[in-house]
């Protein structure tokens, strides 16, 4: 006889079924949380535990964002040609102002006013862009001294936000994705500069809960050693994860957050999903994993390419927070599709490629919700980020 397969162990349909009843017509959501309800206020509490026995929420969130302009001016440049290094200068410069007209802080203002209003107990954040500056710069003359004047730092940008909103957070771990410096003019000053760009993913946990209500330890981070490489600049995109372990009242966890490669290199994006499986996720534990995994399940512009990051994370046992919450709804909970420029309205959300998955025995979803991070404002920019940033709650058991 083979045991029964607890929820989160199950293929996503065989959950889906299990929540059936005899008639087999799906349990209301409604039925099945005053089920968890009535369950949780029966079970007792232990004599001098600080917390009742029984069924918990963690609320968690994971937003990109965005660092404010493309690179495709830069990719795109011919080493080859002769007018190539004044071309890389003009199109660095370009970039670097571009990103400066996306008001990266008043961008990050909107971020933590979403994340104060509903006080998460983990926010995952991605493409969180430290920017320095060397001025006068020395890339062109051959020098390699490392940028160190900070202009942006998008990370101590929100936690200070957060902060001045009461919504206390602590940074609990970091990972590195790209860090790269290049030539630029100096508009201000006439002269060349140089500016780095350091691509970041990060971990931010509640400081402000009840002793030994959360805590965290074991901080991990670490880079796929598949990436896609850039011939023309001699570069490789570094991308990477960050993790920690959580205990929530008793219940312990690993949380990761990671960003992979675009669907427009779907094999090496395939290989990061495999690192990833195959290192932090590859744990006793139960895990959440969260982040920008640049992978639509709905394949809705390039239906003829291999399958990316997506079905692959499904294939190691992880279900998808939304599509469990919403099997009738595979077009829905959109999170990316804004423009480049943050600046045209009529640009809906075609996209879902920022994702809550969880696996291990005892977790079950409850609330799965995408928020569309508008500014408010008349004019560029009108959000905060390219993507939506998406909040769950999951009931650990």
């Given at each position: 006889m083979n045991p029964q397969?607890?929820?989160?162990t199950m293929r996503p349909s065989a959950w889906l079924w299990s929540l059936r009843g005899r008639s087999g017509a799906l349990v209301p959501a409604a039925c099945l949380l005053?089920?968890?309800?009535?369950?949780?206020?029966?079970?007792?509490?232990?004599?001098?535990?600080?917390?009742?026995?029984?069924?918990?929420?963690?609320?968690?969130?994971?937003?990109?964002l965005y660092i404010g302009t493309g690179t495709e001016s830069i990719t795109a440049l011919d080493p080859t040609d002769p007018n190539y290094l004044m071309n890389l200068v003009t199109a660095v410069t370009g970039?670097?102002?571009?990103?400066?007209?996306?008001?990266?802080?008043?961008?990050?203002?909107?971020v933590a006013d979403q994340i104060a209003a509903r006080k998460p107990d983990i926010v995952a954040v991605e493409e969180a862009t430290l920017l320095r500056l060397q001025s006068p710069g020395d890339l062109v003359a051959g020098g390699t001294?490392?940028?160190?004047?900070?202009?942006?730092?998008?990370?101590?940008?929100?936690?200070?936000?957060?902060?001045?909103?009461?919504?206390?957070?602590?940074?609990?771990?970091?990972?590195?994705?790209?860090?790269?410096?290049?030539?630029?003019?100096?508009?201000?000053?006439g002269g060349i500069d140089d500016v780095r760009q350091t691509d970041r993913e990060a971990i931010l946990v509640r400081t402000d809960l009840p002793s030994g209500q959360l805590t965290t330890w074991n901080p991990q981070h670490g880079n796929f050693a598949n990436l896609l490489e850039i011939p023309?600049?001699?570069?490789s995109l570094?991308?990477?994860?960050?993790?920690?372990?959580?205990?929530?009242?008793?219940?312990?966890?690993?949380?990761?957050?990671?960003?992979?490669?675009?669907?427009?290199?779907?094999?090496?994006?395939?290989?990061?999903?495999?690192?990833?499986?195959?290192?932090?996720?590859?744990?006793w534990l139960p895990v959440v994993l969260v982040g920008d995994f640049n992978s639509d399940p709905l394949h809705r512009d390039r239906p003829w390419i291999d399958p990316t990051a997506y079905p692959r994370i499904l294939m190691a046992g992880f279900l998808d927070t939304w599509a469990v919450l919403h099997p009738f709804r595979p077009a829905g909970g959109l999170t990316w599709g804004h423009d480049e420029f943050l600046a045209d309205?009529?640009?809906?959300?075609?996209?879902?490629?920022?994702?809550?998955?969880?696996?291990?025995?005892?977790?079950?979803?409850?609330?799965?919700?995408?928020?569309?991070?508008?500014?408010?404002?008349?004019?560029p920019p009108l959000w905060a980020s390219?993507?939506?940033a998406l909040a769950a709650e999951l009931l650990i058991r």
């Open positions: 397969k607890s929820p989160a005053l089920l968890i309800t009535l369950l949780a206020s029966v079970l007792p509490a232990q004599a001098g535990d600080r917390y009742a026995v029984g069924p918990h929420t963690l609320k968690t969130m994971t937003v990109n970039t670097y102002y571009e990103l400066l007209a996306s008001q990266p802080p008043v961008r990050l203002q909107a001294t490392p940028a160190t004047d900070v202009v942006l730092d998008y990370l101590q940008i929100l936690v200070d936000s957060l902060n001045a909103r009461g919504a206390h957070y602590a940074v609990v771990s970091v990972g590195y994705e790209w860090d790269i410096e290049m030539p630029m003019f100096n508009l201000e000053t023309g600049l001699g570069i570094t991308r990477g994860w960050c993790s920690v372990d959580v205990s929530t009242r008793g219940d312990t966890l690993r949380y990761i957050c990671a960003h992979l490669e675009e669907e427009t290199a779907p094999w090496i994006q395939v290989l990061q999903a495999k690192e990833l499986i195959a290192g932090p996720a590859k744990t309205p009529t640009l809906p959300f075609d996209r879902r490629i920022d994702f809550v998955f969880f696996r291990g025995p005892g977790i079950l979803p409850l609330k799965a919700e995408p928020i569309d991070l508008v500014l408010g404002r008349t004019e390219d993507h939506a």
